[in-house]
Structure formats: C-alpha cells, structure tokens
C-alpha cells in the first residue's frame, strides 16, 4: 500500500508541476567575472546540464525566471594530491612457495608488505585491496594470518 500512495503521491505532483509549455533560464553568478546561464525547456528539461565553479569556495548568486519545475543540485568533490614522487606508503608485493603439482590444484602465498612513510607519526587508515588471479581462492586458514 505504501508503494500505491507514493506513486499517487508522484503522479499528482507531477501534474500539479507539469506545463506543456516550460522555459526558465537559470543564471549563476560571482563577484569573479563568471557566469553560466542554463535554459531547460521541454525538449532538454530532462537532460543533465552541468558546469564546474571556478573558485571553491566562493559566492554565487542563482537567479531563475520563467514558469515550471527545474532541479538544482551542487556536488563538492576534493582530493589532496601528494607531490610528485612524495607518496604516504610503501607496498610490496612477492609471491612464495609456488608449486604446481600434476594432480592438484597451483598454489603459492602471496607476500603484501606495506610502511606508512608520511611525515606525520601515523596515518588515520589503509585499506588494501587484493584481487585474486581468476580461478584462485585464498586458503581460509591463510587469512587469518593477516595483520
């Protein structure tokens, strides 16, 4: 029942915001020299248009004319990049007493060395994800030798 009241719920929102004949012209500004001006009208009002802020973070002023129903969104992405040849951790990897037997599965021990080498006196995480070659499965008993 609740699925049928939701979908009744949409259906009269979207009726109540629908017009056959839309057009709004969204404007972001700044105080930078910047400006982007959007227009949704019924042939893209379904189409993602997008585009990056100069200067985060920063003001900007929306401005939206016309009639109809538009959605905005802001996403803020970061990442910090490490100087080059300045990298947080070290890892090595080595495999181990690999055998082959003719009647009998391959196996060999996969050996992951890794050292935080930042300048500060510990790093808040690591996670290190190991990918198995396809048809290999870890030894249970292997994993929990992991530290």
């Not at 996403?75 to 040849?85: E, F």
């Given at each position: 029942q609740d699925t049928v009241i939701a979908l009744q719920a949409l259906a009269a929102y979207g009726e109540a915001t629908y017009k056959s004949a839309t057009q709004n012209r969204v404007k972001i500004t700044s105080k930078k020299p910047f400006e982007k001006v959007f227009v949704v009208n019924n042939e893209n009002r379904l189409l993602l248009q997008q585009t990056p802020l100069p200067e985060v973070p920063g003001k900007y002023s929306l401005t939206v004319n016309g009639s109809g129903c538009?959605?905005?969104?802001t996403t803020l992405r970061y990442n910090i990049h490490l100087p080059k040849g300045a990298f947080g951790f070290l890892l090595s990897v080595e495999t181990s007493n690999a055998s082959c037997p003719p009647d009998g599965p391959a196996k060999f021990d996969i050996?992951?060395?890794s050292s935080y080498t930042g300048k500060r006196s510990s790093s808040n995480m690591l996670i290190i994800?190991?990918?198995?070659?396809?048809?290999?499965?870890?030894?249970?008993s292997s994993l929990d030798k992991v530290n």
């Amino acid at each position: 029942q609740d699925t049928v009241i939701a979908l009744q719920a949409l259906a009269a929102y979207g009726e109540a915001t629908y017009k056959s004949a839309t057009q709004n012209r969204v404007k972001i500004t700044s105080k930078k020299p910047f400006e982007k001006v959007f227009v949704v009208n019924n042939e893209n009002r379904l189409l993602l248009q997008q585009t990056p802020l100069p200067e985060v973070p920063g003001k900007y002023s929306l401005t939206v004319n016309g009639s109809g129903c538009i959605f905005m969104q802001t996403t803020l992405r970061y990442n910090i990049h490490l100087p080059k040849g300045a990298f947080g951790f070290l890892l090595s990897v080595e495999t181990s007493n690999a055998s082959c037997p003719p009647d009998g599965p391959a196996k060999f021990d996969i050996v992951l060395t890794s050292s935080y080498t930042g300048k500060r006196s510990s790093s808040n995480m690591l996670i290190i994800d190991v990918k198995m070659l396809s048809g290999f499965v870890p030894v249970k008993s292997s994993l929990d030798k992991v530290n």
